[in-house]
């Protein structure tokens, strides 16, 4: 009889220990599940995200492209004022020469 009330008694703890360890896979398991569901959503974040930055790099060639459009017309348009404006400056530096030159014959 002793012998049988040892097993008895074993087998109580045994099945306690059991039924902690199944309470404890059915936890993992659920943690595993809210794991695989924030992975995913990740996922969809990353794609998101890769689409927006392949948008937002788009964008942004084409409005490199466009900046530098502008400013050769930008150089088109004012680098030949700035060319007009230093030959006038040469023809006036000039002029003030000769006509100290003259100021000088005169004298």
Not at 57 to 79: A, C, P, R, T, Y
Not at 81 to 94: A, F, G, R, T, V
């Amino acid at each position: 009889m002793k012998n049988y009330e040892e097993k008895e008694k074993k087998l109580d703890v045994i099945l306690k220990k059991l039924n902690t360890m199944s309470s404890r896979v059915t936890k993992m398991n659920n943690h595993i599940n809210s794991l695989n569901v924030e992975k995913n959503q990740l996922l969809r974040e990353k794609e998101e995200s890769h689409k927006n930055y392949q948008n937002l790099s788009q964008q942004h060639k084409e409005l490199k492209n466009e900046l530098e459009k502008i400013n050769k017309d930008f150089v088109n348009k004012f680098g030949k004022k700035n060319n007009i404006n230093q030959k006038i400056d040469e023809l006036n530096q000039e002029t003030q020469t000769l006509i100290d030159e003259i100021d000088k014959w005169q004298m």
